[in-house]
């Protein structure tokens, strides 16, 4: 490996463990355009299943669409905080979940199936593989924005009609993501939902198999 090789990969080695699920952080400051073109460019660089490319990109900056879906989540987070108690529901309670308003910039991820036609080349056994694709096009999303000083927070509570009709995608499509995106204070040194205790990371050899699957 060449020292120019090396260099790189050390980056990419470090972009990847800096990458944080952001909420707290967000400045509020826009993503410049050239910016945020690179980033969305990254996602649109990733692998799919033959090549079926089957991801759409909501860009959503209204504050009132922003609050609507504020709104919408944190009636979520109620439903789901009503089914903890004890400890869990302590811990959760001191755990942010949203940042949507305070990023300024949502980024609605979609699926669409029927991208590519009616036969994908290799998704006629995997069904979801084109569901995969398109996490693959956030996780180079995230990692784009963590290179460029980004903060990115994964929202998932929420009901997928309700941010489908919120943003206008066809009924065929699978909103997979709203994604916070924006400018952050920093980017913290350990994850909230471990620093909080609500689990810890596990370590590799817990779920490292070799030859066979390895019951516990």
Not at 1 to 24: E, F, V
Not at 128 to 136: K, Q
Not at 177 to 184: D, E, K, N, R, T
């Amino acid at each position: 490996m060449t020292d120019t090789q090396s260099t790189g990969a050390a980056a990419l080695y470090d972009i990847i463990n800096r990458r944080r699920d952001t909420r707290r952080e967000f400045t509020g400051v826009p993503v410049a355009d050239e910016v945020l073109e690179r980033v969305l460019l990254a996602a649109h660089a990733a692998p799919s299943v033959g090549m079926s490319q089957p991801w759409d990109f909501v860009l959503v900056r209204s504050p009132e669409t922003l609050r609507a879906f504020r709104d919408h989540v944190a009636g979520e987070r109620d439903v789901f905080a009503a089914e903890l108690t004890g400890e869990r529901a302590e811990v959760f309670a001191r755990i942010k979940i949203e940042g949507i308003c305070e990023s300024g910039l949502g980024i609605v991820v979609g699926y669409d199936p029927t991208r590519g036609g009616p036969r994908v080349l290799g998704r006629h056994a995997i069904h979801d593989a084109g569901l995969y694709s398109v996490v693959c096009a956030i996780q180079n999303l995230w990692l784009a924005a963590t290179s460029e000083g980004l903060g990115v927070g994964w929202v998932s509570f929420y009901q997928e009609d309700f941010l489908r009709s919120l943003v206008g995608m066809p009924p065929h499509v699978r909103p997979v993501a709203w994604l916070c995106v924006g400018p952050v204070t920093e980017l913290p040194d350990v994850p909230d939902l471990e620093r909080f205790g609500w689990r810890a990371r596990a370590s590799l050899e817990d779920v490292l198999h070799r030859e066979r699957y390895r019951l516990r």
